[in-house]
Protein backbone atom coordinates (compact mmCIF):
# COMPACT_ATOMS: atom_id res chain seq x y z
CA UNK A 1 0.00 0.00 0.00
CA UNK A 2 0.79 3.99 -0.17
CA UNK A 3 2.94 3.81 3.65
CA UNK A 4 4.92 0.77 2.51
CA UNK A 5 5.94 2.43 -0.96
CA UNK A 6 7.14 5.26 1.02
CA UNK A 7 8.58 3.28 3.95
CA UNK A 8 10.92 2.03 0.83
CA UNK A 9 11.44 5.14 -0.68
CA UNK A 10 12.38 6.97 2.92
CA UNK A 11 14.92 3.45 3.19
CA UNK A 12 16.18 4.24 -0.19
CA UNK A 13 17.09 8.07 0.49
CA UNK A 14 18.38 7.01 4.07
CA UNK A 15 20.72 4.45 2.01
CA UNK A 16 21.88 7.11 -0.55
CA UNK A 17 22.81 9.59 1.54
CA UNK A 18 26.59 10.89 1.21
CA UNK A 19 27.37 9.79 4.87
CA UNK A 20 26.30 6.30 4.34
CA UNK A 21 27.74 6.42 0.65
CA UNK A 22 31.30 7.23 1.97
CA UNK A 23 30.68 4.67 4.84
CA UNK A 24 29.37 1.87 2.27
CA UNK A 25 32.83 2.92 0.25
CA UNK A 26 34.96 2.79 3.41
CA UNK A 27 34.52 -1.09 3.51
CA UNK A 28 34.69 -2.06 0.03
CA UNK A 29 36.67 0.44 -2.11
CA UNK A 30 39.55 1.71 0.58
CA UNK A 31 41.95 2.39 -2.29
CA UNK A 32 39.46 4.70 -4.15
CA UNK A 33 37.93 6.44 -1.28
CA UNK A 34 40.94 9.14 -1.33
CA UNK A 35 40.53 9.83 -5.03
CA UNK A 36 36.34 9.84 -4.74
CA UNK A 37 36.72 11.90 -1.95
CA UNK A 38 39.65 14.49 -3.69
CA UNK A 39 36.97 14.76 -6.70
CA UNK A 40 33.65 14.86 -5.39
CA UNK A 41 34.29 16.13 -1.69
CA UNK A 42 31.20 14.53 -0.22
CA UNK A 43 29.27 16.97 2.78
CA UNK A 44 29.35 13.57 5.14
CA UNK A 45 26.12 15.29 6.85
CA UNK A 46 22.99 14.80 4.67
CA UNK A 47 21.48 13.16 1.98
CA UNK A 48 22.47 15.44 -1.48
CA UNK A 49 22.65 13.23 -4.13
CA UNK A 50 25.65 15.12 -5.46
CA UNK A 51 27.98 12.80 -3.78
CA UNK A 52 26.67 9.38 -5.47
CA UNK A 53 26.36 11.05 -9.26
CA UNK A 54 29.78 12.33 -9.13
CA UNK A 55 30.98 9.11 -8.27
CA UNK A 56 29.40 7.20 -11.03
CA UNK A 57 30.42 9.70 -13.52
CA UNK A 58 34.14 9.14 -12.68
CA UNK A 59 33.86 5.70 -12.37
CA UNK A 60 37.09 5.17 -14.10
CA UNK A 61 38.77 5.80 -10.92
CA UNK A 62 37.68 2.06 -9.81
CA UNK A 63 39.93 -0.16 -10.19
CA UNK A 64 39.52 -2.76 -8.08
CA UNK A 65 36.74 -5.49 -8.67
CA UNK A 66 34.84 -5.78 -5.47
CA UNK A 67 34.94 -2.09 -5.64
CA UNK A 68 33.54 -2.05 -8.82
CA UNK A 69 30.96 -4.74 -7.80
CA UNK A 70 29.48 -2.79 -4.61
CA UNK A 71 29.28 0.76 -6.95
CA UNK A 72 27.02 -1.51 -9.59
CA UNK A 73 24.76 -2.28 -6.69
CA UNK A 74 24.33 1.20 -5.45
CA UNK A 75 23.39 2.17 -8.82
CA UNK A 76 20.81 -0.26 -8.98
CA UNK A 77 19.31 0.92 -6.34
CA UNK A 78 19.85 4.58 -7.48
CA UNK A 79 18.47 3.51 -10.60
CA UNK A 80 15.40 2.69 -9.49
CA UNK A 81 14.00 6.58 -8.19
CA UNK A 82 16.00 9.57 -10.71
CA UNK A 83 15.56 11.22 -7.37
CA UNK A 84 18.49 9.47 -6.18
CA UNK A 85 21.17 10.35 -8.39
CA UNK A 86 20.22 13.87 -9.58
CA UNK A 87 17.63 16.95 -10.04
CA UNK A 88 15.79 15.61 -12.49
CA UNK A 89 12.63 16.34 -11.47
CA UNK A 90 13.42 19.76 -10.09
CA UNK A 91 15.07 20.78 -12.94
CA UNK A 92 12.39 19.52 -15.60
CA UNK A 93 9.16 19.87 -13.94
CA UNK A 94 7.78 23.00 -15.89
CA UNK A 95 8.98 20.48 -18.93
CA UNK A 96 7.25 17.90 -17.97
CA UNK A 97 4.08 19.82 -18.01
CA UNK A 98 4.63 21.86 -21.21
CA UNK A 99 5.40 18.63 -22.83
CA UNK A 100 2.65 16.21 -21.75
CA UNK A 101 4.73 14.04 -19.68
CA UNK A 102 3.30 13.72 -16.55
CA UNK A 103 4.85 10.97 -14.55
CA UNK A 104 1.78 9.50 -11.91
CA UNK A 105 2.87 8.29 -8.75
CA UNK A 106 -0.05 5.82 -8.41
CA UNK A 107 1.51 2.00 -8.30
CA UNK A 108 -1.40 0.68 -10.86
CA UNK A 109 -0.40 3.68 -12.92
CA UNK A 110 1.23 2.61 -16.31
CA UNK A 111 2.78 6.14 -16.40
CA UNK A 112 6.44 5.94 -14.34
CA UNK A 113 9.89 7.82 -13.97
CA UNK A 114 11.42 5.80 -16.70
CA UNK A 115 8.42 6.29 -18.84
CA UNK A 116 8.55 10.58 -18.20
CA UNK A 117 12.19 10.34 -19.03
CA UNK A 118 11.51 8.67 -22.29
CA UNK A 119 8.58 10.96 -23.44
CA UNK A 120 11.11 14.08 -22.61
CA UNK A 121 13.82 12.65 -24.49
CA UNK A 122 11.85 12.31 -27.61
CA UNK A 123 11.13 15.87 -27.11
CA UNK A 124 14.34 17.26 -26.11
CA UNK A 125 15.29 19.85 -28.11
CA UNK A 126 12.24 21.76 -26.87
CA UNK A 127 13.32 21.83 -23.21
CA UNK A 128 14.97 24.21 -20.79
CA UNK A 129 18.99 23.97 -20.27
CA UNK A 130 18.80 23.11 -17.00
CA UNK A 131 16.46 20.49 -17.75
CA UNK A 132 18.39 19.46 -20.52
CA UNK A 133 21.38 19.12 -18.74
CA UNK A 134 19.90 16.65 -16.52
CA UNK A 135 18.39 14.55 -19.25
CA UNK A 136 21.81 14.29 -20.79
CA UNK A 137 23.37 13.50 -17.54
CA UNK A 138 20.88 10.63 -16.98
CA UNK A 139 20.99 9.29 -20.60
CA UNK A 140 24.93 9.36 -20.46
CA UNK A 141 25.00 7.09 -17.20
CA UNK A 142 22.14 4.78 -19.02
CA UNK A 143 24.67 4.00 -21.59
CA UNK A 144 26.92 1.56 -19.34
CA UNK A 145 23.83 -0.67 -18.62
CA UNK A 146 20.60 -1.09 -21.14
CA UNK A 147 18.56 -2.29 -17.85
CA UNK A 148 19.11 1.36 -16.33
CA UNK A 149 17.05 2.36 -19.77
CA UNK A 150 13.86 0.59 -18.78
CA UNK A 151 11.88 1.12 -21.87
CA UNK A 152 14.75 0.22 -23.87
CA UNK A 153 15.68 -2.84 -22.04
CA UNK A 154 12.11 -4.48 -22.12
CA UNK A 155 11.52 -3.26 -26.04
CA UNK A 156 15.07 -4.74 -26.94
CA UNK A 157 15.02 -8.27 -24.95
CA UNK A 158 14.04 -10.46 -27.84
CA UNK A 159 16.59 -8.34 -30.21
CA UNK A 160 19.41 -8.68 -27.37
CA UNK A 161 19.04 -12.36 -27.88
CA UNK A 162 18.76 -12.57 -31.35
CA UNK A 163 21.58 -10.09 -32.32
CA UNK A 164 23.99 -9.73 -29.13
CA UNK A 165 24.36 -12.85 -27.19
CA UNK A 166 27.11 -12.92 -24.58
CA UNK A 167 27.75 -9.20 -24.79
CA UNK A 168 27.54 -6.87 -21.59
CA UNK A 169 27.02 -3.09 -20.67
CA UNK A 170 27.61 -0.49 -23.43
CA UNK A 171 28.37 -2.95 -25.99
CA UNK A 172 25.11 -4.13 -26.04
CA UNK A 173 23.95 -0.59 -27.60
CA UNK A 174 26.62 -0.82 -29.94
CA UNK A 175 25.41 -4.23 -30.89
CA UNK A 176 21.58 -3.17 -31.36
CA UNK A 177 22.53 -0.29 -32.96
CA UNK A 178 24.84 -1.51 -35.64
CA UNK A 179 21.39 -3.80 -36.79
CA UNK A 180 18.96 -1.80 -35.66
CA UNK A 181 18.25 -1.44 -40.08
CA UNK A 182 18.08 -5.03 -40.19
CA UNK A 183 14.61 -6.57 -41.20
CA UNK A 184 14.76 -8.71 -38.76
CA UNK A 185 14.82 -6.08 -36.02
CA UNK A 186 11.70 -5.53 -33.97
CA UNK A 187 9.90 -1.96 -34.51
CA UNK A 188 9.46 -1.56 -31.34
CA UNK A 189 12.63 -1.88 -30.78
CA UNK A 190 13.88 0.12 -32.97
CA UNK A 191 11.82 3.12 -32.12
CA UNK A 192 13.53 3.00 -28.68
CA UNK A 193 17.34 2.79 -30.53
CA UNK A 194 15.71 6.08 -32.64
CA UNK A 195 15.28 7.99 -29.31
CA UNK A 196 18.72 7.12 -28.46
CA UNK A 197 19.87 8.24 -31.67
CA UNK A 198 18.31 11.60 -31.41
CA UNK A 199 19.68 12.14 -28.14
CA UNK A 200 23.57 11.04 -29.17
CA UNK A 201 22.57 13.47 -32.02
CA UNK A 202 22.39 16.07 -29.37
CA UNK A 203 25.33 15.16 -26.76
CA UNK A 204 27.69 12.74 -28.75
CA UNK A 205 28.92 11.79 -24.98
CA UNK A 206 26.10 9.64 -24.11
CA UNK A 207 27.04 7.69 -27.01
Given at each position: ???????????????????????????????????F????????K????????C???N??????L?C???IT??????F????????????C????????????????????????????????????????????????L?????K???????????????????L???D??????K?????????????????????????????
Open positions: DATCQHSIYARKLELMNDKNIVQILERSCTKELESNAVCQPDNEYSAKYLSILDRDLIKDIKGQRIETVASDFRLISKFLQSSNDIVKSNCGRLANRNSKSTQGDTLSCLQMSITQHSDACKKEIFHISEQADNIFDRQTFMACSDDVKKFCTDRGPIYKCLMNKSSKQMSKKCENQLNRRSALIANDFSIS
